[in-house]
């Protein structure tokens, strides 16, 4: 059996992060069966349909490398063909003209709302015999939907549902302008595109059934559907585009790696044993429904960093300076040519704890600058005996000729018996002097990080 999966957002706002891991599940199940996996964008409504955000989605799925087959599909392309099948359901009496005007429905509605029942349309022209067609009312084209009854899908993660086909209302496929909602056009572009497999939020699980029924009115074969569940925020409530971190670029601009960010997200929901961390190849391998988990998962920003900084310690460190000097150049500032090999030689320690290429960034901050700012709380832990500290090690420090770890450590120790203090005592006021703040990497690092000539010269400046 062939499988065609896609994923299909509306470009009305940036893509969630929710929607991420929706196309990525999409993704993998596609790629696992050799199947296709296609990009479709619901712009159908014009108003709030924005090519900004269309390229932001298209964007977030290549910097993830969640690649889709052939060009993207674009709803609104489509619509005559969606008019079409809205006009056969009326001639297959599956459908009919409904001319309720929207006072009509806001009174239905209100009604509804003292009785404290939900609102469902009261069907009044599924059977006009009796009814006159007003005069200068456009209507709108409703779903003949089932009225005995139940339907069932067996859904392939939440098991078989089974509704009573009386809850389920005409539901609007046209509107009065001729343009179609998302019922119709969702289930004639699935069905154009041959999908086989519908994989999206099981908010979208009344919107099967209503789609069902359409597939079966028009005789076409019914894909098969998952509904995964929500992704919650850290405070346990649905996460929405106004959270923090809610996008892939509140990801990118703190420098989450894609692969680390990928791997998040196929665990959010998703597991196989008790492994945690998956190639590429062994996501696509791995992956299947059974795994998909039942209940919302929670976004834990915390697990996000711890296994970002997985991957940033494995990773080449070529690779990930590449990555540290494109991220630098769009959210910080550009690193000098004359820096780039002094920051590459001390990648081994400068992502030492770092948990983002941010962290990265502000650990090579000392290296990138020529001008050292330390503050006035880092200063004043400079005291006198600090500064005789620091004079005494430039004197041993100007006088090495072979400068390695063993030296600097020689030095240390006697500066340490010397002034009768401890490790700290001399590599706090030599890293504030060299670093411009007492935290930072460590001391024997920055020194041999450095240029001698830079080490004296931002030393002095503090006796």
């Known amino acids: 059996m062939s499988f065609n999966c896609r994923f299909a957002p509306s470009p009305t706002g940036p893509l969630h992060i929710g929607g991420v891991r929706t196309a990525l599940f999409n993704w993998l199940i596609a790629r696992k069966n050799k199947g296709n996996f296609f990009l479709r964008i619901e712009d159908t409504d014009k108003q709030r349909s924005k090519d900004e955000f269309k390229q932001q989605i298209i964007n977030s799925l290549k910097w993830l490398s ?167 925020s850290e405070k346990g409530k649905k996460l929405s585009k106004r959270d923090n971190a809610s996008t892939i670029n509140d990801y990118i601009k703190i420098g989450i790696i894609p692969e680390a960010l990928r791997n998040y997200l196929l665990r959010l929901g998703w597991s196989y044993k008790d492994k945690e961390i998956f190639s590429l190849k062994e996501s696509i391998e791995l992956f299947d429904f059974e795994g998909i988990g039942k209940s919302p998962s929670k976004l834990d920003m915390s697990r996000i960093l711890s296994i970002n900084e997985t991957y940033i310690k494995s990773m080449n460190e070529n690779d990930l300076f590449n990555r540290l000097k494109e991220f ?76 390695n770890k063993e030296s600097l450590e020689k030095i240390i120790k006697s500066l340490i018996d010397k002034h009768q203090t401890n490790f700290k005592g001399v590599g706090q006021p030599l890293r504030i002097g060299l670093v411009g703040t007492k935290f930072g990497p460590g001391i024997y690092d920055i020194i041999l990080s450095l240029d001698k000539s830079i080490v004296v010269s931002r030393l002095k400046k503090l006796v």
């Open 66 to 232: 969640i690649n889709y087959d052939g060009a993207e599909y674009i709803q609104s392309k489509n619509i005559s063909k969606h008019v079409a099948v809205a006009e056969e359901l009326i001639k297959k009496g599956f459908a009919y003209e409904c001319y309720c005007s929207e006072e009509e429905i806001n009174e239905q509605k209100e009604k509804c709302k003292k009785q404290g029942i939900p609102y469902v349309y009261n069907r009044k022209w599924r059977d006009p015999k009796d009814l006159k067609i007003p005069k200068d009312v456009k209507p709108v084209i409703r779903f003949k939907s089932k009225i005995s009854g139940n339907t069932i899908i067996k859904d392939l993660v939440q098991g078989e549902r089974n509704i009573s086909n009386s809850t389920i209302e005409d539901f609007v496929i046209l509107r009065k302008d001729k343009t179609p909602t998302y019922q119709l056009s969702a289930t004639v572009d699935d069905h154009e595109m041959k999908i086989t497999h519908v994989i999206r939020g099981d908010d979208h699980m009344i919107n099967s059934f209503k789609q069902k029924q359409i597939y079966d009115a028009m005789k076409w074969e019914v894909p098969s559907f998952a509904h995964i569940p929500l992704i919650h």
């Open 328 to 403: 630098s150049q769009k959210f910080k500032t550009k690193i000098d040519k004359s820096k780039e090999n002094v920051v590459l030689k001390s990648l081994n320690f400068l992502k030492n704890k770092a948990k983002t290429l941010e962290d990265i960034f502000n650990n090579s901050s000392y290296i990138l600058t020529d001008n050292l700012k330390i503050s006035n709380e880092d200063k004043s832990l400079v005291d006198k005996k600090s500064q005789e500290i620091i004079k005494n090690f430039i004197e041993d420090y100007e006088k090495l000729s072979n400068l």
